[in-house]
């Protein structure tokens, strides 16, 4: 098992480009995440998808839209890159009934 | 706004003493508490869980929860300079679902 895996691992863009961040999980979890985490502010989670489906607001949600594709992806994606935008993300997944999540091994970001 | 809040430290302990890390959260419906430990430049790992009053050990882990005081630890026995990391405590929102609510971290360091 691969666990979740994160695509791509580091990007550096431009302000105003787009990007799609990928994630894909082979754990059979319902649930999946998208966190960002900057220098001193923990994790902030950005979207969250209870199931297939469905996606709701976390604690950030502005400047990104989510899709959960199937079961096993959630990608996030950046519309118009801000420098504000810059950190890591991780991607997350869970099984409802444990709440346990795992993590990715997270994209670095550098908007210029 | 649900809050986890940690100290950030650093916490500096030497090689073989205890550790103590501790947590406290506003959700008085909170069910759910992590341990999840992250190493400089990786993604979080989960080192424990607890659901009901009391304590909990793993090897050289304990985790001790008090729902009254709304407090969660963690103990770390005979510590290593291997432990230096950043611990993160976590609680569940049953306002976001299954999301977790991340404390901003404390900073562990294990001197040999």
């Known amino acids: 098992n691969a666990g979740v895996t994160q695509t791509p691992k580091f990007q550096v863009l431009k302000t105003g480009q787009s990007m799609t961040l990928q994630c894909a999980q082979d754990m059979n979890h319902n649930s999946m995440y998208w966190y960002r985490q900057d220098p001193g502010m923990g994790l902030r989670l950005i979207y969250y998808?209870?199931?297939?489906?469905?996606?709701d607001k976390g604690e950030v949600p502005n400047g990104y839209n989510v899709s959960r594709l199937n079961k096993r992806e959630f990608s996030l994606r950046l519309e118009s890159a801000a420098p504000s935008q810059t950190s890591v993300y991780f991607c997350?997944?869970?099984?409802?009934?444990?709440?346990?999540?795992?993590f990715g091994p997270g994209t670095r970001l550098l908007v210029l | 706004q649900k809050e986890v809040e940690q100290n950030s430290g650093p916490l500096s302990v030497p090689e073989g003493a205890i550790a103590s890390l501790n947590c406290t959260y506003s959700?008085?419906?909170?069910?759910?508490f992590f341990w999840y430990r992250q190493y400089s430049g990786k993604s979080p790992e989960l080192i424990m869980s607890?659901?009901?009053?009391g304590d909990k050990e793993d090897g050289r882990f304990t985790a001790q929860l008090n729902k009254a005081s709304q407090y969660v630890s963690l103990l770390i026995r005979d510590s290593q300079p291997s432990d230096s990391a950043t611990y993160l405590c976590a609680v569940n929102s049953y306002q976001a679902g299954t999301a977790l609510i991340f404390g901003k971290g404390t900073t562990l360091s294990v001197s040999s």
């Open positions: 607890i659901y009901s009053n």
């Open positions: 959700d008085r419906g909170s069910q759910s």
């Open positions: 997350a997944s869970s099984d409802p009934d444990v709440k346990t999540q795992y």
């Open positions: 998808s209870a199931s297939e489906g469905t996606t």
